[in-house]
């Protein structure tokens, strides 16, 4: 299995551009999120998601839109980039329900510079 | 919104000493607790958990115990090794808000041989 897989690793950005981190998981995991990891704030949680049709933002979800059409995928939409946002971002997924570990399994991380 | 803090934000110690990081937080409600290490240029890879049911859990050099009434919880790294050095993330979910899940801002151990 390939687990959670990330694209691109890296992506330079003007300011006002817009992109989408693109994240797919072949592990069937009901819950996907995004992450952003900037230097001593730790890992942020920007949106997640239950279910395909279902999203709900996390702690800093403003800039950014997401949609689950699959279990599979579950893209990042930045719809007009800004320097605050430079950062690393993570796709992680993991099974939820009672029965289920709660283990988030990450992505390899996407570096984004926006100038 | 739930959140956690992490202390201490770094921690540098001796191989061989031990190393304790806590966190605690505030909702009540929160019913499961991971232990997430970061190594450099490195996803994070969950090392150990517990459930609200349990007040310690151990695996090898590594345990983690959790305090309820107090609402924090704590990483114990005995016999410390080079190779700990890394971040490390605790973390919660909190089952009130689709069961996300919140990190702390994380701590840096740094191993010294």
């Known amino acids: 299995n390939a687990g959670v897989t990330q694209t691109p690793k890296f992506q330079v950005l003007k300011t006002g551009q817009s992109m989408t981190l693109q994240c797919a998981q072949d592990?069937?995991?009901?819950?996907m999120s995004w992450y952003r990891q900037d230097p001593g704030m730790g890992l942020r949680l920007i949106h997640y998601?239950?279910?395909?049709?279902?999203?709900d933002q996390g702690e800093v979800p403003n800039g950014y839109n997401v949609s689950r059409s699959t279990t599979e995928d579950f893209p990042l939409r930045l719809l007009s980039a800004a320097p605050s946002q430079t950062s690393v971002y993570f796709c992680?997924?993991?099974?939820?329900?009672?029965?289920?570990?709660?283990?988030?399994?990450f992505g390899e991380g996407s570096r984004l510079t926006v100038l | 919104g739930e959140n956690v803090e992490q202390h201490p934000s770094t921690l540098s110690v001796q191989e061989g000493d031990s190393a304790v990081i806590k966190c605690t937080y505030s909702d009540s409600a929160s019913n499961y607790f991971p232990w997430y290490k970061q190594e450099l240029g490195k996803r994070p890879q969950l090392i150990i958990d517990i459930r609200s049911n349990v007040g310690e859990k151990k695996d090898q050099r590594i345990a983690v115990t959790l305090n309820k009434t107090a609402k924090h919880f704590s990483l114990h790294i005995t016999e410390t090794q080079p190779e700990d050095s890394a971040v490390y993330f605790c973390a919660l979910v909190n089952p009130g808000g689709y069961n996300k899940l919140i990190f702390g801002a994380g701590t840096r151990l740094a191993v010294h041989p």
């Open positions: 998601s239950v279910g395909a049709g279902i999203t």
């Open positions: 992680a997924s993991r099974r939820t329900g009672t029965s289920a570990t709660g283990e988030l399994f």
């Open positions: 592990m069937n995991h009901e819950y």
